[in-house]
């Protein structure tokens, strides 16, 4: 079975990442894409973060109506800060029957060559790209690469931290998420 990983904070999970996961689920030749809730990011202050237990019951709940898209805490357990090649490595010790491919925004192929091990990354998985508004250009080594593969996504203006700051500033969000991720929101009144 084929797994693209989506990783991300999800702080909160909203429908440009639902779009997303379900379009590469769709129109890929993935067969699932896990939601890879990240506990701590390298390049993130870990301030900003919600609770890693809310924030994967936020992507579970969003999730519950489709088929092929998951929630993971698969990353919880790893050691923190974790990198993106620790977690592959783990996945393919657990799961040997899987092949792992990662799901990753335009923004992100820019600055892969920053990742611990994009070499060892890119050697043994594929990467689906969607794309993204976004300044510089992509390395042209990724763009020769038979591994690289830029899936002719929706592009999504839609981001968390705007979420967050539109949800302290009291307005109305409530069509940028996904219902049930909404009223856990709004019940846990969080980012307020």
Do not use: C
Not at 53 to 67: I, K, L, P, S
Not at 85 to 103: A, G, Q, R
């Amino acid at each position: 079975m084929k797994i693209g990983l989506y990783f991300g904070t999800f702080n909160p999970i909203h429908i440009g990442h639902l779009t997303i996961a379900n379009h590469m689920a769709e129109y890929s030749d993935l067969d699932q894409v896990w939601f890879v809730v990240t506990p701590h990011s390298p390049f993130k202050k870990k301030s900003t973060l919600l609770d890693n237990h809310h924030r994967y019951q936020m992507v579970d709940r969003a999730v519950e109506d489709y088929t092929k898209l998951r929630a993971s805490d698969i990353e919880f357990n790893l050691p923190q800060p974790n990198y993106t090649i620790n977690t592959l490595v783990y996945l393919e010790e657990k799961y040997t029957d899987y092949e792992f491919s990662l799901i990753m925004g335009e923004d992100n192929l820019k600055s892969f060559h920053k990742w611990k091990n994009y070499e060892l990354i890119l050697k043994n998985h594929h990467i689906y790209v969607y794309p993204r508004v976004s300044e510089g250009s992509i390395d042209t080594q990724f763009h020769t690469n038979g591994k690289v593969h830029f899936i002719d996504a929706p592009i999504m203006q839609l981001s968390s931290t705007f979420i967050r700051k539109s949800i302290k500033e009291d307005k109305n969000i409530r069509p940028m998420l996904p219902e049930h991720v909404w009223e856990y929101v709004d019940e846990m009144n969080f980012y307020r």
